[in-house]
Nanobody, 123 residues
Framework: QVQLVESGGGLVQPGGSLRLSCAAS????????MGWYRQPPGKQRELVAM???????NYLDSVKGRFSISRDNAKNTVYLQMNNLNPEDTAVYYC?????????????????WGQGTQVTVSS
């Protein structure tokens, strides 16, 4: 059974940082591209960051320079480091496995999803 277990969400002040973790089981994420999505309240889900099997990364324009996706193959874990957070980053964040498609940020299909973790940026 494929499971993606997320942690690291919570409440943070504007300008602060959080690191989200996604531990995978039942699958070796070293052979898949991985992504982080988010869904702000009342809005559509959007792809925030993607990392390929060879650690190439790409990001949503609004988070470039602030967010960093990484992976630790030994721990079968994907991370999203989020810096300089602002209230617009408030959302439920999901990690996902890219089961189809290549390294194109705007292409592909994510077949496995985590449960989502709430990130709230507020003073």
């Amino acid at each position: 059974q494929v499971q993606l277990v997320e942690s690291g969400g919570g409440l943070v002040q504007p300008g602060g940082s959080l690191r989200l973790s996604c531990a995978a089981s039942g699958i070796s994420n070293m052979i898949y591209n991985m992504g982080w999505y988010r869904q702000p309240p009342g809005k559509q889900r959007e792809l925030v960051a993607m990392i390929t099997t060879d650690r190439k990364t790409n990001y949503l324009d609004s988070v470039k320079g602030r967010f960093s996706i990484s992976r630790d193959n030994a721990k079968n874990t994907v991370y999203l480091q989020m810096n300089n957070l602002n209230p617009e980053d408030t959302a439920v964040y999901y990690c996902a496995v890219k089961t189809q498609g290549g390294s194109d940020f705007n292409q592909g299909r994510y077949g496995y999803w985590g449960q989502g973790t709430q990130v709230t940026v507020s003073s």
